[in-house]
């Protein structure tokens, strides 16, 4: 009996060390496919059960190889990773306090005093985060914390991608420059966009001359610009006689110069390629159905794809009219993003450590 037992004692455990090895390996593997599979602009596949399904068997894999490379150190895993969270909550502190201690102490005067007092507290989140952080790294000091960790942050990468997309909240909003403030639903705030301006490249306007032909405008050639003038072979045209287009005229022209002649020729300017966008958004708080507050509000200077967020919404520059009278925002609420930021946060950090240690063998579970 004894004899069984000691030869199924390798058996076992050869089984285990292959599991182990298995969930290393195909929970990455398991990730990838989702990611791939995500990239892909299929929503109805998103929402399939296959992806479903795809992305809760990946995630349950990592919990499961979370729990087996932490093995009998889950508690000491959970408390160093509480530490390394709460000591990333407090770096935050040091921005915001060191930002006022530097506003502060641009105004100057009996106002340098709030500056040191900022400073002072900017000092203390320092010192709360390498305290906090030094304490998690010791925690986490043990073989196999580390991958185990980074798994974990995975099923948190998966439980955030999840939640945003199936209860994600979108609302498009269309304003006018200039106008009322529009109200956002139920929600208690209003948005207000007073300017808006297609910032274009400086000097990077481009020319087309054209001649008629048989009742066809026929392209000839491309003029360039040099100085105050356009080049054309042996020929050039002042800026100054250019005219603008008028706005009933279709196109992208700017501006043209007709020029007489058998046949007649047309000189048309384009504009310069557009650099960035820019709305000058005006965003109020407001109190049930009462008016927006009388501070003012705060005025954000908004930009496509850098979104400003307020009061729990994301919101997204995304287009305007061509006479850019009529501006269209995107509000966007995403209750996944803390768990996709600690997730991603997370991966990083724990990956980093774990493979460049000093030791290979100090954060690999045995």
Not at 200 to 209: D, F, I, K, N, R
Not at 225 to 232: F, I, S, T
Not at 244 to 272: T, W
């Amino acid at each position: 009996m004894n004899q069984k037992s000691s030869s199924a004692r390798p058996i076992v455990s050869q089984f285990l060390a292959g599991l182990l090895a298995l969930v290393r390996f195909v929970a990455p593997l398991l990730i990838a496919v989702v990611a791939l599979l995500l990239v892909r602009d299929h929503p109805e596949t998103y929402r399939g059960g296959f992806m479903l399904g795809l992305g809760i068997a990946g995630g349950v894999v990592c919990l499961i190889g979370a729990c087996l490379l932490a093995r009998r150190q889950l508690p000491r895993l959970l408390v160093g990773l509480l530490l390394l969270v709460l000591a990333a909550l407090a770096l935050p502190g040091v921005l915001l306090f060191g930002g006022r201690a530097i506003d502060f102490a641009r105004i100057g005067g009996v106002v340098w005093f709030g500056s040191v007092g900022m400073i002072c507290l900017a000092l203390v989140s320092l010192l709360i985060a390498g305290v906090l952080g030094y304490l998690g790294f010791r925690v986490m000091k043990a073989p196999g914390l580390w991958i185990s960790a980074s798994h974990l942050f995975v099923v948190l990468l998966l439980v955030g991608a999840y939640v945003d997309f199936y209860h994600a909240q979108e609302l498009p909003v269309t304003c006018v420059v200039g106008g009322p403030a529009f109200p956002i639903g139920a929600q208690p705030f209003s948005v207000q966009v007073e300017a808006y301006e297609a910032k274009p490249y400086e000097g990077g306007e481009t020319y087309a001359l054209f001649r008629h032909d048989k009742g066809r405008w026929l392209e000839i050639g491309a003029p360039r610009k040099e100085g105050d003038a356009v080049l054309l072979g042996t020929e050039s045209w002042s800026l100054s006689s250019f005219r603008p287009v008028p706005d009933e005229v279709e196109g992208s022209a700017e501006k043209f110069l007709l020029l007489p002649g058998k046949p007649p020729r047309l000189l048309l300017q384009y504009p310069a390629p557009v650099r960035e966008y820019v709305a000058s958004c005006r965003f109020m708080a407001e109190n049930g159905s009462h008016p927006p507050s009388a501070d003012g509000g705060r005025l954000v200077r908004l930009r496509v794809n850098e979104p400003f967020s307020f009061n729990g919404w994301l919101v997204y520059l995304m287009s305007a009219d061509a006479s850019g009278r009529r501006v269209q925002l995107l509000l966007r609420r995403a209750p996944g993003r803390p768990f996709i930021y600690i997730g991603a946060i997370g991966l990083v950090l724990s990956s980093f450590v774990w493979g460049f240690a000093k030791r290979e063998g100090e954060f690999i579970a045995s």
